[in-house]
Every structure is written in structure tokens, then in C-alpha cells.
T-cell receptor, first 111, second 113 residues
Framework: GENVEQHPSTLSVQEGDSAVIKCTYS??????FPWYKQELGKRPQLIID?????GEKKDQRIAVTLNKTAKHFSLHITETQPEDSAVYFC??????????FGSGTKLNVKP | DTAVSQTPKYLVTQMGNDKSIKCEQN?????MYWYKQDSKKFLKIMFS???????INETVPNRFSPKSPDKAHLNLHINSLELGDSAVYFC????????????FGPGTRLTVT
């Protein structure tokens, strides 16, 4: 089955800096790659997703890039703010198969 | 927002007891899931139902039994609770299996003493 690895496990940045979280996957059939944000004590919520026919997607300060050849995708957050502090999960999903989540990255944005 | 709701929010119980967690979604989605999030925050899928049919059954003890009375509900029953069952359990739903965003419920924090 699919195997998703996520790095780093913790990331601390200064407010205003950029943050990058990277994930690799093993199943070349995976074609949907969502990113979820989970604030302390809350539910995971989708912040951005990308499908395998697209190399990059941007939504305001958040962007995701996908390299299908290398089987990795990354989340980029620019101009970080304290409210960006949370745990971020990547996931990969082969067609008609389950979601495989990464192990999570705890992002701490220091004011 | 009450798109995906779970009850109870907190559940404290003793080892050996049987307990149930209920989940309901009002989004008209076809697929529902149960996840377990342990103390290290790792999200692990347990079960998935599509139109009331079981399509994923991960390697979980058979003390865990999901039940889907209809498309909008997926309940989780746990028999003979053990200390290691302590975790946060999330229900989720999506329009179709694996192709779209999953909407998570608020979670149920289960503590087994």
C-alpha cells in the first residue's frame, strides 16, 4: 500500500518568515494530495489540496507543489502569523482507495 | 457548524466496559470514516463505509464494531475497553470515496481508566 512520510515533525519560525513542510509518497497511482490543519483540541480541516494533473496550486499565503516524478509534494506558507501555529498533516490517496496520512508537523510561529 | 457531529465529546470509562460513539453527517455524503488519533497525534484510519457498505476495515481488534444504519450515520461500538484504546476518535465524511475533501467531526476523547 501507500506510504507517506512527512518532515519535519516540528518546525519553529519567526512571525513573517516562510514555512515549508515536505511529504513523500510511494504509490505512483496516488492522484489526490490534501493538506489538513489541526489546531489544538480541534478537528482537522482542509486548507488546500492538489490533484496529480496540476503541479502547483496557490491560495493567498498558502501554496502546494507536486513533483510526480520524484513523488513528493510540499506545503508552503508565506508571511506566517501566530494563528498559523497548528499541526499540519499531508495525505495521499490512490484512486478508490483510502487516505494515507503523514505523521504530522507541529508548526510554531513565534511572535 | 454541525456538518459532521459526534456524541459524546468526552467519554471516561473503566477497563472492561462497552461503549458507543455516534456520528451523523448532514452533508448528503456517500462515504463515512472512523479515525483514531493517538497521543502522538498520528491519524490512523479504522473503518470506512460507502452507502452503508463496509469498504475499509483496517487491522483493528474485533472489539471495535462499526454500524451504519443509514448513509448519514456511522456509529462505533467498542467492547471490553482497554487502556490502549484511550485516544481521540474522529468521524469524517466525504462526497465520494477517496476523491474529495474529508469533513471531520469534532472528535470524541476516550479515556479508559
Amino acid at each position: 500500500g501507500e506510504n507517506v512520510e512527512q518532515h519535519p515533525s516540528t518546525l519553529s519560525v519567526q512571525e513573517g518568515d516562510s514555512a515549508v513542510i515536505k511529504c513523500t509518497y510511494s504509490d505512483s497511482a496516488s492522484n489526490y494530495f490534501p493538506w489538513y490543519k489541526q489546531e489544538l483540541g480541534k478537528r482537522p480541516q482542509l486548507i488546500i489540496d492538489i490533484r496529480s494533473n496540476v503541479g502547483e496550486k496557490k491560495d493567498q499565503r498558502i501554496a502546494v507543489t507536486l513533483n510526480k516524478t520524484a513523488k513528493h509534494f510540499s506545503l508552503h506558507i508565506t508571511e506566517t502569523q501566530p494563528e498559523d501555529s497548528a499541526v499540519y498533516f499531508c495525505a495521499a490517496s490512490p484512486p478508490f482507495n483510502k487516505f494515507y496520512f503523514g505523521s504530522g508537523t507541529k508548526l510554531n510561529v513565534k511572535p | 457548524d454541525t456538518a459532521v457531529s459526534q456524541t459524546p465529546k468526552y467519554l471516561v470509562t473503566q477497563m472492561g466496559n462497552d461503549k458507543s460513539i455516534k456520528c451523523e453527517q448532514n452533508l448528503g455524503h456517500d462515504t463515512m470514516y472512523w479515525y483514531k488519533q493517538d497521543s502522538k497525534k498520528f491519524l490512523k484510519i479504522m473503518f470506512s463505509y460507502n452507502n452503508k457498505e463496509l469498504i475499509i476495515n483496517e487491522t483493528v481488534p474485533n472489539r471495535f464494531s462499526p454500524k451504519s444504519p443509514d448513509k448519514a450515520h456511522l456509529n462505533l461500538h467498542i467492547n471490553s475497553l482497554e487502556l490502549g484504546d484511550s485516544a481521540v476518535y474522529f468521524c469524517a465524511s466525504s462526497p465520494e470515496f477517496s476523491l474529495y475533501e474529508q469533513y471531520f467531526g469534532p472528535g470524541t476523547r476516550l479515556t479508559v481508566t
